[in-house]
């Protein structure tokens, strides 16, 4: 019983493609993120979501949009690709923004060639 | 020892040995804590969390140390085994969302 799980795990595509990362968890949390991890292991926030608000890191190119058709999904599309975007990107989950700690998936290896 | 430059702070440790694990944080209004483990592959996971009216919290193995004068977090690892190897990360509160520390890999020596 996977409590976050991400698809796909990898991800390779060309310059200027439009692709998808679909999150899920079964945890019943209320909010749902999502990481960028890049190459030196840094985490940073992209967006963090509930059934009442969306909050965009402002340094997020508006390339990337977050989908979330109900509480316990959400989704990152990512469109126009660019090599700078090849990353790890995680999804996380948390009973109460800001409050209680996160779940974390396993994470989502795109690769921008 | 530990070495910090460009690449990520490692700490090399014996194993058997306490670790001790290093954290500034920026944000005097941060009230919640948390320390991660990510090993190879996966996400980062839950360790221990300390909030800011305590100053020491234990688990089974790790300690968390807070010091709100300095804004100085760190994590004890007792009896250091191999299955400790990974990253480490601290997180602090900042608005609704938690800000993580730039990482230190832990590498467990035989």
């Known amino acids: 019983d996977t409590a976050v799980s991400q698809t796909p795990k990898y991800l390779v595509t060309q310059m200027g493609n439009d692709k998808s990362i679909k999150c899920e968890q079964n945890l019943g949390h209320d909010t749902m993120y999502w990481y960028k991890q890049d190459s030196k292991k840094f985490l940073k926030i992209m967006f963090s979501?509930?059934?009442?608000?969306?909050?965009i890191n402002e340094t997020v190119p508006n390339r990337f949009s977050p989908k979330s058709p109900d509480k316990a999904h959400l989704n990152l599309h990512i469109n126009s690709l660019e090599l700078g975007d090849s990353a790890v990107y995680f999804c996380?989950?948390?009973?109460?923004?800001?409050?209680?700690?996160?779940?974390f998936g396993s994470g989502t290896r795109l690769t921008v060639v | 020892g530990e070495s910090v430059g460009l690449h990520l702070p490692t700490l090399s440790v014996q194993e058997g040995d306490n670790s001790i694990i290093n954290c500034a944080y920026s944000?005097?209004?941060?009230?919640?804590f948390i320390w991660y483990k990510q090993e190879s592959g996966k996400g980062p996971q839950f360790i221990i969390d300390i909030r800011s009216n305590m100053d020491k919290r234990q688990g089974q193995r790790v300690t968390v140390l807070l010091n709100k004068t300095v804004k100085h977090l760190s994590l004890q690892i007792a009896a250091t085994q191999p299955g400790d190897s990974a990253v480490y990360f601290c997180?602090?509160?900042?608005?609704?969302?938690?800000?993580f520390g730039p990482g230190t890999r832990l590498s467990v020596l035989p």
């Open positions: 979501y509930n059934n009442k608000e969306l909050i």
């Open positions: 996380a989950s948390s009973q109460e923004a800001g409050i209680s700690g996160y779940t």
């Open positions: 997180a602090e509160t900042y608005g609704q969302n938690f800000v």
């Open positions: 944000n005097s209004a941060s009230d919640y």
